[in-house]
């Protein structure tokens, strides 16, 4: 019995995933902040060797070098996203991907 309520309860509790970029421009500015580091560490923090490992070490080294403060970001991200409503995807870490990928551009882009 414990198995099913602990079972009910993690599908029906509301994933962070779920957030979508709207929600994230409306939440505090202190848990948007953090949802966005934590989306950004989650997508290129962690080293993967696959297709996109260079892109990941462009997009960290060109945060880093950019010295982006959590304000410096989070204006960023939000300003972005404000910026282009009907074109990012539903979901925040979507739309903060696509910032980050407007915010650091590809080698030779």
């Known amino acids: 019995m ?3 309520t602990l079972l009910i309860v993690f599908f029906i509790a509301s994933p962070a995933s779920a957030m979508t970029a709207a929600d994230l421009l409306a939440a505090e500015k202190r848990f948007a902040t953090g949802y966005i580091f934590g989306a950004i560490e989650y997508q290129v923090g962690i ?3 696959d297709n996109f490992a260079k ?6 080294k060109c945060l880093l070098d950019g010295k982006f403060m959590s304000d410096a970001l989070y204006t960023k991200v939000t300003t972005f996203i ?6 990012l995807p539903n979901s925040a870490i979507g739309a903060i991907l696509q910032a980050v990928n407007d915010i650091c551009p590809e080698a030779g882009r």
């Not at 892109?55 to 960290?60: H, Q, T, V």
């Not at 404000?82 to 074109?87: A, I, K, L, N, Y």
């Open 47 to 49: 080293p993967v060797n």
């Open 2 to 4: 414990r198995v099913w």
């Open 82 to 87: 404000r910026r282009h409503p009907g074109t």
């Open 55 to 60: 892109r990941r070490e462009e997009i960290r």
